[in-house]
């Protein structure tokens, strides 16, 4: 018995002094669209049994709202240009000059003895090399970053197929490009399928292992074409949806746009979603449905997790690269400054945390989750990051958050726990929201607010430097 007891205690102390292993699910074009979240006509039961367990941050800002500038900030914990190419231009200059550029987030993990691997789309890229297929070996996307990165193609081919895949590994082309997709197949019907699977395989070997690990494993859906396979779309078959909320394209000058990518790279079949409800509601339940094929993937996932034994030391990350507008402000798509383009769903479950499942309500952005992950497993905060770490948050939901700065072109914003300011640099025309009353960001408030305005306006120059 004494024996036993003194077994079970060193493995306890090993245990808790062995470096946490880091498991990062990335999901594109995910909005808060969640039950977890609230959103509660949405089926998505694993990824609410990981806010069950963890810290859901149901205020959590991207700090651009588009892929490639949002991941930017997530693996470097730096602000960086708006465009999608943000990571392959650090590439660029790391070619040149690699001491002018800090190292990325995975890169500073491997350098503090972890074994990084990325599968699926984690940069901009799935897979992180360029190139005109997405394939090209020596065009790194995150030089020196990750061990391994990798992207099953499948019938897609290659990595470029895959990220705008259709059904049975047909790609988007200039003839065959439709926005909605329901074919009945197994989950590997799409990428995401072939990405889940090779994600297990390696959480498997690298459970194994002695080495800690940092492992991210990125899905596509539900980023367009809205196709999953058909059985995902029956929880949502004879659903009445909610409302769109404030639906009308907003009057004088805000960040809207004419939603290029929905309306100019996919086929509707000749219906528009801004002039036909019922056309509006089939793409909403196509939306629903990836998400909840994603929730698969996640479950999949953690069940590989909890099964490998690793679970007990692994910290997990749920992230989503930005939101998405269905409608909200007469947008179909990301690419906006509002808060449909620029809140994601966040969750962080550290094994024996305080508190499990309590949502948090502080304002926080992506650029926090490179000091967050160094602070939990104890890997030293690099002194050229910018965000805060989290942890406060994790220990006590009630913490306070922070100002979220984000960009897009040549436009900024500030989101404080009250307001929103957006600053057209251009002509410095301003937006101001208020979040406080009923009409949020439906009505620009600026000119009645001079004083807040300047206020705002100091602490985003303050913010920028
Ligand atoms: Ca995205």
Redesign the pocket.
Known sequence: MKLLMILSLLAAISSAAAPKNILLICI??LRPELNAFGADYIQSPNIDQLAQVGRPFHRHYVNAP??GS?RFTMLTGRYGSPGNDALFKRAHQYADDPASVPPSMPEWFRKNGYTTVSVGKVSHHPGGLGGSDWNDESKIELPNGWDRYLMPCGEWQHPRGAMHGLSNGQTRTRKNYPALESVEGPDTLYPDGLIADEGMRQLEELASSEKPFFLAIGLIKP?LPFGAPAQYMKPYKDLSLPPIPHPEKPQGRTTWHSSGEMFGRYDHGGLDPRNDAAYADRVRRHYAACVTYADKHVGDIMSTLRKSGADKNTIVILWG??GWHLGEHGIWG?HALFEESLRSPLIVYVPGMEKPGIKTEAVVSTLDLFPTLCDLTKVPVPDFITGESLSPMIKNPDTAGHIAYSYWGDKITLRTDTHRMILHRKDGFVELYDHTTPDKETVNIAAEHPDLVAELKSQLEAMRK
């Open positions: 594109d074009d588009s892929c949002s980023h690269d930005h990301k």
